[in-house]
């Protein structure tokens, strides 16, 4: 997966549970988030070891959506990689970041919004923890990345510059056929719609919104994803952005606490 094994999100998650009886008030909490962070961290790396249905029509489906994209006319991966096969720094630095960004800025994201803005975390984690869950669900259906489809005539970078993210190569890979949708750009607009609405400094507002960019044309020229992994991804995301914010809305309605007091007036008055 490019980053740690599932066996650190399980031994982060039992880290938590152990040190959960010892620890109060705001370490107790910190505990508890960790904790299912790292739990979901495991299922996201366990799911993309998972060997995805109907391999043998995954190169289809890859020439499905490269045909599909070229019909709504968005520009071409090929171009876009085209562009810098000249620049081999460049190249290789789009194959840093595709392998080892996602993580981090995703773990940072989550740490910043729980100590900066701890009204809105429990709404950003549900948020992107649904999202990765059904990203993984789709992703059962196997579909082949740009580097595997002949159609597109694009370079494995990561192959070319001995950089690949998989252990072993190969067609048949676990994880490899898994390119719709993208999780990683999933996970950067998470990062970047965060940043752009949390963070009162410019430099850090934009930050996140660069990430998210950055990551869109490093899993296309690295011939890892389509474009259309990464707008199904922001189009999950929107989902479930609505989905929550409105079950947080419906509630606050509801809830008792928040409901007009009734009028008694007429009950104070003398008989």
């Known amino acids: 997966m490019g980053w740690l094994s599932w066996r650190w999100g399980v031994g982060g998650a039992l880290l938590a549970i152990a040190v959960w009886p010892f620890v109060t008030g705001i370490l107790r909490s910190f505990a508890r988030e ?21 391999v043998d029509q995954a190169f289809e489906r890859g020439e499905l959506i490269w045909e599909f994209q070229q019909a709504l006319y968005l520009p071409s991966e090929a171009w876009l990689q085209e562009m810098i096969l000249p620049y081999s720094w460049i190249v290789k630095s789009a194959n840093i970041y595709y392998a080892l960004a996602h993580v981090p800025f995703f773990a940072w994201s989550l740490v910043w919004v729980w100590w900066r803005h701890r009204d809105h975390y429990a709404s950003y984690r549900t948020q ?15 579909v082949a990345p740009p580097r595997f489809v002949e159609l597109t005539g694009m370079v494995d970078t990561g192959v070319f510059y001995n950089q690949s993210v998989y252990s072993a190569l190969g067609r048949a890979q676990i994880g490899q056929l898994q390119a719709m949708p993208s999780i990683h750009v999933g996970w950067a607009l998470f990062v970047g719609a965060a940043t752009y609405r949390f963070a009162k400094a410019p430099w850090l507002k934009w930050l996140g919104v660069a990430h998210a960019v950055a990551t869109m044309w490093a899993v296309m020229v690295t011939a890892n994803h389509y474009w259309m992994d990464g707008i199904v991804a922001g189009l999950i995301m929107v989902f479930w952005y609505a989905v929550v914010h409105g079950g947080r809305r419906l509630l606050r309605q509801e809830s008792p606490a928040t409901a007009a007091p009734a009028d008694t007036t007429e009950a104070l008055q003398p008989a």
């Open 34 to 54: 960790f904790g299912i962070v790292s739990a979901l961290y495991a299922v996201w790396n366990l799911g993309g070891r998972i060997r995805a249905f109907g």
């Open 128 to 142: 992107m923890a649904l999202f990765t869950g059904t990203s993984l669900l789709i992703q059962l259906v196997a």
